[in-house]
């Protein structure tokens, strides 16, 4: 009998590191960032975790070297590129926890026992909508005056 207790003591010491693990894992987590730099060092973007934009810095120099449209594409290129930087944090504190044979990447974006087949959105027929335009409506009814096939029931009833 005392084998057992030993026994669960130990299952206990073990569930109890495990969690204070994944607590660790899950500060870690939450506390991901990633940030990245123009090649011309004139637009600078961090993220956090999920790679949502938390800061961005944009140099005056970047207004005169970039027309608008390229400043834009300049600024979604840093962006990615913090991003990916902060996926790569969330992948290493992810491997801390996970078995070796399972890609970390592939468990974050949902795919990671799926097949391609199966992680591809399911063809649908496109759809019509056909929208009508009445000016008027000329058979509308007051539905709350008229009086139901009940009512007229009982008072048939009654006059009898």
Known sequence: MHDHRAQ???LL???RRSREQLATVQRELKAVTGSASSPDGTVTATVGPKGTLTALEITE????RHRPEQLAELIVRTTNAAAAKASESTHKALSAILPSSTDPGALVE???DLRP???????????VMIRRRRDHIEDEEDFEQRESWLDSELINRRSR
């Open 8 to 10: 669960v003591e130990e």
């Open 13 to 15: 010491a073990d569930y």
């Open 117 to 127: 087949d199966e992680i591809a959105p399911p063809e649908e027929p496109p759809t």
């Open 61 to 64: 120099q970047a207004y005169r």
């Open 110 to 112: 949902g795919t990671a």
